[in-house]
């Protein structure tokens, strides 16, 4: 029994660090990425079951919506988004996951009688209870299908679904399908500290880890199994960083060679400043972004790889702000930032 409760108690945690996340991204305007401080409490079975709630609910965040809207008689009051978050959560995983719906629905309960806010546990339990029931008459492909808006049932705002309507007017539907899938965990390869091939023997014979190299990514491997970045052999010592294959191109396509003077433009994280680096050390970088805050995420993750670029905090577009007169070989722009 003590057992149980437990494992029922870290499961809630995780849920509260989910809807911990997902507030700060709805309310407060931050970035995932930024957000790794909410999950630091927990162990890292944990701290991944809620990065891939919170990843997975932001995702399908205008699908779960009208899903569940039709079940809450009431309109929650803005501050008490953290109710309705708790069950978009729990909708992410009944359509989801393997998680029984039965548990789903008990936890998603336990977690609102842990709040604050005990006095909604009872229209939890009902709104999760009476979508279950509609489930019962039919599946989950169904009810997406018949959801009255094209931004409900794919999920993306209207104006994106428009611009890919126009721009790719056979496969629009594959297209937004194939983005609401969650991407694999796409790994860099620090090329000043290590080699590919090299680093995927270690994952294969010291962690049992497969790994597979991307091709024409001289840098990228995708691990078969996802895993927390800091349990990855040499992550502190700046031997790997996690970045999607389609973001180490632009490096890639940029071509530092020694003595370059290179702007990266709205450099936060910084994952494209360090693979700048890793690609020819003896080249200068200055790193702008407008984010005091998420510059400093620039500056840490530079110094986990071993280099300390030149930081600007200012508005790229307000050139005599930060500019000192020197011409700058390369520049590198990740719009739409």
């Known amino acids: 029994m003590t057992g149980n409760k437990k494992n029922t108690d870290t499961s809630i945690a995780s849920r509260q660090a989910a809807v911990s996340i997902l507030l700060a991204v709805l309310k407060e305007g931050r970035s995932l990425s930024s957000l790794s401080q909410k999950t630091e409490h927990l162990d890292s079975a944990d701290a991944a079951f809620a990065r891939m709630l919170s990843f997975g609910v932001l995702r399908l965040y205008q699908q779960l919506q009208a899903l569940i809207k039709p079940f809450i008689k009431k309109p929650l009051k803005a501050k008490d988004l953290d109710i309705q978050l708790t069950m978009l959560i729990a909708l992410y995983q009944i359509m989801h996951?393997?998680?029984?719906?039965?548990?789903?629905?008990?936890?998603?309960?336990?977690?609102?009688?842990?709040?604050?806010?005990?006095?909604?546990?009872?229209?939890?339990?009902?709104?999760?209870?009476?979508?279950?029931?509609?489930?019962e008459n039919t599946d989950a492909e169904t009810l997406v299908?018949?959801?009255?808006?094209?931004?409900?049932?794919?999920?993306?705002?209207?104006?994106?679904?428009?611009?890919?309507?126009h721009d790719?007017?056979?496969?629009w539907q594959q297209i937004l399908q194939g983005n609401n899938k969650q991407a694999p965990m796409t790994l860099r390869i620090n090329q000043q500290k290590t080699n590919i091939d090299d680093y995927i023997k270690l994952l294969k014979n010291e962690y049992e880890l497969?790994?597979?190299?991307?091709?024409?990514?001289?840098?990228?491997?995708?691990?078969?199994?996802?895993?927390?970045?800091?349990?990855?052999?040499?992550?502190?010592?700046?031997w790997v960083s996690v970045q999607d294959?389609?973001?180490q191109l632009a490096a890639q396509i940029l071509q530092p060679v020694a003595g370059d003077y290179i702007l990266d433009a709205c450099a936060a994280p910084g994952g494209k400043t360090m693979h700048l680096f890793?690609?020819?050390?003896?080249?200068?970088?200055t790193a702008l972004d407008i984010s005091a805050i998420r510059l400093q995420r620039v500056k840490e993750n530079c110094q986990r790889s071993g280099f300390?670029?030149?930081l600007i905090v200012a508005d790229a577009t307000a050139i005599d702000d930060w500019w000192q007169g020197r011409q700058f070989d390369k520049i590198l722009l990740d719009v739409p930032c």
């Open 97 to 135: 996951s393997r998680v029984p719906d039965y548990a789903v629905v008990d936890t998603a309960v336990k977690q609102i009688r842990k709040s604050r806010k005990q006095w909604a546990a009872k229209m939890v339990n009902g709104v999760l209870r009476n979508f279950l029931r509609q489930l």
């Open 308 to 310: 300390d670029p030149v």
């Open 168 to 171: 790719w007017p056979e496969n």
């Open 245 to 247: 294959a389609g973001a």
């Open 210 to 238: 497969v790994a597979e190299k991307i091709p024409g990514i001289a840098s990228a491997l995708v691990p078969e199994q996802a895993r927390d970045v800091k349990q990855l052999p040499g992550f502190e010592d700046g």
């Open 145 to 165: 299908n018949e959801l009255k808006t094209e931004e409900a049932r794919f999920s993306h705002p209207q104006w994106i679904i428009e611009r890919i309507k």
């Open 278 to 285: 890793e690609m020819q050390a003896e080249i200068d970088i």
